[in-house]
């Protein structure tokens, strides 16, 4: 079989790992993944390997992770330090639990507005609109006298 075949070119990388050919190209310029030699009036050809880490550093970003924290994963995977991976991820999870946590005071807080304003029928002024008004005047003149 011919190797050019199995060859991965930019194009059929990317389309292959689910990005455009610029996020492939993006990639090589922040240094997450090789640019492959150019031979001689032919074309670079990618390797089943940068697939699979192209793939890793989509699946980080889904988890949330930043591109610094990706590129410090792939550094550990390539010294295999799983306990300072770990200690990268424990971080991350802890970051995600407090933005959660965050969510929810923002839900609860909407929902109680929100019932609020069912409750008014119209004949009152809206109170998420006078918390929002409220938010930002505690936010420019302090919270009061």
């Known amino acids: 079989m011919d190797h050019r075949e199995n060859a991965l070119t930019i ?3 990317a389309a292959m790992v689910g990005v455009n050919v610029e996020t492939i190209r993006f990639y090589q310029r922040k240094g997450f993944l090789r640019e492959p030699l150019r031979p001689p009036g032919g074309v670079r050809h990618y390797t089943p390997a940068d697939a699979a880490r192209v793939k890793f550093i989509k699946s980080a970003q889904r988890l949330g992770f930043s591109l610094d924290e990706i590129r410090h994963l792939l550094r550990l995977d390539e010294g295999m330090q799983c306990d300072a991976a770990a200690q990268l991820a424990a971080q991350h999870l802890g970051d995600v ?3 959660l946590q965050d969510l929810r005071r923002i839900e609860a807080t909407l929902a109680n507005l929100l019932e609020q304003c ?6 009152v ?3 998420l609109i006078v918390a929002l008004y409220a938010d930002e ?4 003149y302090g919270s009061g006298p």
């Open 11 to 13: 194009g059929r990388l």
């Open 97 to 99: 639990r407090r933005r």
């Open 118 to 123: 069912g409750q008014g029928g119209g004949k």
């Open 125 to 127: 002024t809206c109170p």
């Open 137 to 140: 005047m505690k936010k420019d």
